[in-house]
């Protein structure tokens, strides 16, 4: 039975290549090639263009909406998550489409209320979790310095990130109370009493902001049919705060689109060669990269870092090439994802420093295909993806000498890369998980009727 399916994302190659986008993309191809009927609705940045119009294109044999939002209006945070601006060419594309379901693979930049004109359409709806944006505005669970969060904390945690927003927080004495005694309260006590120190009143449309998100996205989870988790990880994280998803959240991991294997020898000159692909952003830690690198002897090792310079990694991008002066570090730019077994050809190992929960990582999975074994932090779902001393090593996040010790095993021991490659995991591909996939949707659609 050939299945309708609507897919929703914040981005679509060509414009957006990014982790989320590219994964749509390859699972509406791997869907299509599985004879279904793809269609997706996604979000585009386009200067040159009226703020909120969309157009329809046919992309690599995808019906793609893609409308409009520059994020020009973003003194409000609402803007990112709950807004009307794409209702009309939302619904116009459902009733167009007419689909069987709809897959909601992100909302970030468009909106949540677009699952609720789903469900009030009468279509199943499926949302995956891949990331944190619904407990956490700032996406990565990491405070502005860049130190770790719990959680939301039923948005307590939230108030010292969006205070920019927000200037004035409650005068409710109880919850400014609670507020300023958070950080030594228990959990279970704040899980429990956080009804008596967080009024209704403050959780509605006209409340403080950081308890309306907690409380809004609470009931958007009620929504979809089936939630996906990539990890155990994920999965545990949205538990804690929102244990009514559990009968309806199951952990599927990611497949990846084929990657070849490595086509030409390495030059045999006895250099263990080091590389990061990926955004060029502070939470993937590229400086404890960089300063545990200068550490190493410059005679048996090389560094390359792939990624893009662009308006937002600009000032770090530069600092990391500051630090790496005078060292062997090789600054390439970014690469296409089909060109990743070309572009990592003469590398050794991958090297994936995150000071943020990680809630999946393609990066590892893409790496092992090629049988490149990978150091990375022990930090969210990286220890679901790293079988120490299997594929790979993990050291302490934010522990430049644990990376440093980590790179110095390959560089001492010559036959750890190779012994590596030979028991490295399979990954699951995009067509082998677009079936899982299609079975799931198959029993939703099926009860449904």
Not at 147 to 176: H, I, N, V, W
Request: charged share 25%; with cysteine; aromatic share 12%.
């Amino acid at each position: 039975m050939t299945m309708k399916i609507l897919q929703v994302s914040h981005g679509l190659p060509p414009r957006e290549n990014a982790g989320v986008e590219l994964y749509t993309f390859y699972l509406s191809k791997a869907l299509a090639g599985l004879s279904h009927e793809i269609s997706v609705f996604c979000r585009e940045e386009a200067p040159d263009r009226e703020e909120f119009s969309s157009t329809d294109e046919i992309y690599e044999g995808l019906k793609v909406t893609r409308v409009v939002n520059n994020l020009t209006r973003i003194p409000d945070p609402k803007v990112y998550y709950d807004n009307h601006y794409f209702d009309r060419s939302f619904l116009e594309t459902l009733r167009r489409e007419r689909p069987d379901l709809v897959h909601f693979q992100h909302f970030i930049a468009l909106s949540a209320h677009l699952l609720r004109l789903a469900k009030e359409e009468g279509v199943p709806v499926v949302l995956t979790l891949h990331d944190f944006f619904i407990l956490c505005h700032r996406i990565h669970l990491l405070k502005e310095n860049n130190g770790l969060c719990p959680g939301p904390l039923y948005g307590l945690e939230c108030a010292s990130c969006l205070k920019g927003f927000y200037s004035t927080g409650p005068k409710e004495g109880r919850t400014a109370f609670f507020l300023k005694n958070k950080d030594i309260l228990p959990f279970p006590f704040v899980k429990w009493t956080k009804r008596f120190f967080i009024p209704p009143k403050l959780l509605g449309e006209q409340g403080y902001e950081v308890f309306h998100r907690y409380r809004f996205m609470y009931e958007i989870l009620k929504i979809p049919d089936i939630l996906f988790a990539p990890s155990a990880f994920v999965q545990k994280q949205f538990l804690k705060y929102y244990p009514v998803i559990k009968p309806r959240l199951k952990i599927v991991p990611l497949g990846i689109p084929p990657v070849q294997g490595l086509a030409e020898e390495k030059v045999a000159d006895g250099k263990v060669r080091f590389c990061y692909f990926g955004n060029i952003l502070p939470l993937k830690g590229l400086h404890l990269l960089v300063d545990a690198f200068k550490t190493l002897p410059r005679e048996k090792t090389a560094l390359t870092i792939y990624g893009s310079r662009n308006p937002w990694t600009a000032a770090y991008y530069d600092q990391l090439k500051e630090q790496a002066d005078g060292f062997p570090v090789d600054f390439r730019g970014p690469f296409k994802r089909e060109d990743l077994a070309d572009a990592l050809k003469d590398q050794d190992v991958v090297v994936l420093p995150s000071i943020c929960p990680e809630s999946f990582s393609f990066v590892i999975r893409e790496a092992n295909s090629l049988g490149l074994p990978v150091i990375a932090s022990r930090i969210g779902a990286i220890p679901e993806a790293v079988k120490e001393g299997e594929s790979g090593l993990l050291f302490e996040p934010g522990d430049a000498g644990g990376l440093r010790r980590c790179m110095l095993r390959f560089i001492e021991d010559g036959g750890l890369i190779r012994r590596m490659a030979g028991r490295m995991p399979k990954p699951k591909t995009m067509e082998e998980h677009a079936v899982e996939i299609e079975g799931i949707y198959r029993q939703l659609i099926g009860d449904r009727r």
